[in-house]
């Protein structure tokens, strides 16, 4: 067994010897350009982050280039979190801004914000997933996109050394975070990029319905793309290694440390608490060196669980400073010195003095930061020890200060805290802001292709709508106008999602509010889209009567752009159902309000429409007339995935036509389309 004393204090860290190697045979892998993924499964205080820790200072500074970042404990789900954590500049330093286009991750430090305020800050760099996207069926494409843009930096800032991605606490990241380290995990696999994630497996059982985290860790699996160390308990000399090295002492008696042993089961967490806290109460005295001042050890008690011995010590303090943690735990896993201070109304010199002694205890630490003051808790438990034992009206009232707070400090720059507020201000209870900065939040989160998050903050605006009722400043009516919006957008994101059956659901609610408005514009809305969700469901059917419906309201509105697309459903309703006269009839009405509304996009994919309907039928002369009309329009819009699409059917009408020389030619063309897509 080996024990090796650390930098700070009473720190040691024992054995782990066969977990470090795994870590170092993967970490030589990756040195060879052959990256790899770990995941570090263990159970709360188990040990993983400081393996991690202790395998990251091994490697020391020149051996490869440290990232990590964490996911927040019922904190605001920002969309990619860890990423924006481990890649944030001012954490990584100039080294980072060198390496990284700009534009791209987070790029720009503060002082050059006024230099070149055009270039957008930023951990990505994406188009927005605005409606066209989501109705394009190209939200694949553009998300990966994005992500490539993402991995493509992480595998620049590899080229001079290995880089090692820590992400810990997975079992607490957001869903658009795990589709990414998907990604990128393919992706590593010829770079010199390592990643290392730490998760809890007790928690994976806690949500309703299947935890994301189980899903990507199985399909991972699957493909081979990860491997697992499980961190386990640990036993009894390691267990003693551990009580010896923080109590500096070698004379501890047997059965002092049989007690922890068997009362911690080998959690070394629990051990390094409950050493604190006998120190804390004095039944240890940790200078004293002389193990004789102890108690009866047998009659001592100990704690029963992890959280009872976090709860322990977080009860043991006075009343002052268990508010001022509790004030720090709604805040987040992160607390600004100055946001502590006005929520508390305290005294900065008071509050400074608490903070000191709560970083002697190891409650709080403080961190590095150029942003300002800022704490954080000195372990995910002692926040979630803090944060759960909050009454629900207190935790009300703080979340509705903080929020309040927040939104005067930052409001030069609201758009960077629409998360947060969201999170304060449904927490606190106050609908009308939690509304305003839920929506704010799903529109962020849906630009950047996060659609699980989107949907959970539309989701919690409309709680907050309903909440409201008749509070809210537009009345009765305005609520339901608001709900029904809300619904077309959660509509839109499950139909771009590919959950046609979660969209027809989200549209007929926003139906049913639009027929209680009367409001008929939205009513023709929600029911071409309820139209057009069917139809890619296969209910050609019943999907044609949504969209006549729809149609005619349209019509009587004069509404050329809502009658295109209207007609164009119905178009694609026909042809799928083989009645290919009618379809043609449809797409020539599309094609005409298209033009009225002037819109080269649309008339260049339907353009297409018509094409694949000729060529279905046989009909080589007009399936390429129409296709090269498709060419003419998205040429204009520089839509190159189109073109290339378009150049692709014209290659397999001379498929069909055997004309083997103008196939290649055309299939080349459409692979020189899809080359500029960017
Ligand atoms: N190998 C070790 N040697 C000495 N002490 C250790 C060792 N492993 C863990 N500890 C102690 O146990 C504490 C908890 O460990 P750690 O924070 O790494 O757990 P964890 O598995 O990351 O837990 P969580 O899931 O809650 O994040 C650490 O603060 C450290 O003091
Ligand atoms: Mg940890």
Request: proline share 2%; with cysteine; charged share 30%.
């Amino acid at each position: 067994m080996s024990i090796v004393k650390r930098n700070h204090e009473e720190q040691v860290f024992v054995n782990r010897e066969s977990e470090l190697e795994e870590l170092e045979r993967a970490f030589n892998s990756t040195k060879a350009g052959r990256g790899v993924t770990v995941f570090l499964e263990g159970e709360a205080g188990v040990g993983k982050t400081a393996l991690f820790d202790h395998f990251s200072e091994r490697l020391g500074p020149h051996g490869a280039r440290i990232l990590r970042g964490r996911c927040l404990y019922k904190d605001d789900v920002e969309p990619y979190m860890p990423f924006i954590d481990a890649l944030e500049p001012k954490k990584t330093g100039p080294v980072m801004r060198d390496c990284l286009p700009v534009g791209l991750i987070g790029l720009r430090m503060e002082e050059e914000k006024e230099e070149s305020p055009d270039i957008p800050v930023g951990l990505f760099n994406t188009k927005d997933a605005d409606s066209r996207i989501l109705d394009s069926g190209n939200v694949e494409q553009e998300r990966e996109r994005m992500f490539n843009s993402v991995r493509s930096s992480i595998s620049n800032l590899a080229h001079s050394k290995p880089v090692v991605f820590f992400i810990d606490d997975l079992q607490w990241a957001d869903r658009a975070s795990l589709q990414l380290l998907h990604y990128i995990a393919r992706h590593v696999r010829q770079a010199k990029v390592m990643l290392v994630c730490a998760f809890r497996p007790e928690e994976l059982s806690l949500e309703e319905g299947e935890h994301g985290l189980l899903d990507i860790f199985r399909r991972m699996n699957e493909e081979k793309l990860s491997t697992t160390i499980r961190v386990n308990r640990m036993g009894r000399e390691s267990i003693s290694a551990i009580v010896q090295g923080m109590l500096e002492a070698e004379d501890i008696p047997d059965t002092f440390i049989n007690k922890v042993y068997s009362e911690s089961e080998g959690n070394p967490y629990f051990v390094v608490e409950v050493i604190k806290s006998l120190c804390e109460e004095g039944v240890i005295d940790p200078t004293s060196h002389v193990w004789s001042t102890m108690r009866d050890i047998e009659k001592l008690s100990l704690p029963g669980g992890l959280m009872d011995i976090v709860s322990r010590r977080v009860a043991k303090l006075d009343y002052k400073t268990k508010k001022i943690l509790m004030h720090a735990s709604a805040i987040g896993s992160h607390f600004e010195f100055k946001i502590l201070q006005r929520a508390l109304e305290m005294d900065e010199e008071e509050l400074l003095d608490v903070l000191d002694q709560l970083i002697e205890m190891h409650l709080i630490i403080e961190e590095p930061s150029k942003d300002g003051e800022v704490f954080r808790f000195d372990h995910v438990q002692i926040r979630q020890v803090v944060y759960d034992g909050l009454s629900r009206s207190r935790a009300r009232v703080m979340h509705k200060k903080i929020g309040e707070l927040i939104e005067q400090e930052c409001s030069d720059r609201l758009g960077e805290v629409v998360y947060i507020l969201a999170r304060h201000f449904h927490a606190g209870q106050i609908w009308e802001k939690g509304f305003k900065y839920s929506l704010m939040a799903g529109e962020s989160a849906q630009s950047l292709f996060a659609f699980d998050e989107a949907q959970k903050y539309y989701l919690q605006s409309v709680e907050c709508l309903e909440r409201l009722g008749n509070d809210f400043s537009g009345g009765r009516n305005g609520v339901m106008q608001e709900k029904a919006l809300l619904y077309l957008r959660l509509g839109e994101l499950a139909y771009g999602s590919g959950r046609f059956l979660g969209a027809i659901e989200f549209h007929k609610s926003a139906l049913e509010l639009s027929k209680k408005l009367g409001d008929r514009g939205l009513e023709a809305e929600a029911s071409c889209r309820i139209g057009l969700a069917k139809s890619q469901k296969g209910d050609y059917k019943d999907a044609e009567k949504d969209l006549d419906r729809a149609l005619d309201i349209f019509t009587e509105e004069n509404q050329h752009l809502s009658m295109a697309l209207a007609n164009r459903g119905l178009g694609y309703c026909h042809w799928r159902a083989g009645e290919l006269d009618d379809a043609l009839a449809h797409y020539a009405a599309a094609v005409e309000s298209a033009q009225d509304a002037g819109d080269s996009h649309l008339l260049g994919t339907m353009y297409i429409d018509i094409g694949n309907v000729h060529n279905h039928r046989g009909d080589f002369e007009n399936g390429l007339k129409y296709y090269n009309m498709a060419i003419e329009e998205l040429e204009q819009v520089k839509d190159y995935s189109e073109i290339a699409r378009a150049y692709n059917n014209i290659g397999d009408v001379h498929i069909q036509m055997e004309k083997w020389d103008t196939a290649i030619e055309y299939l080349d063309k459409s692979v020189q389309s899809a080359k500029k897509i960017h």
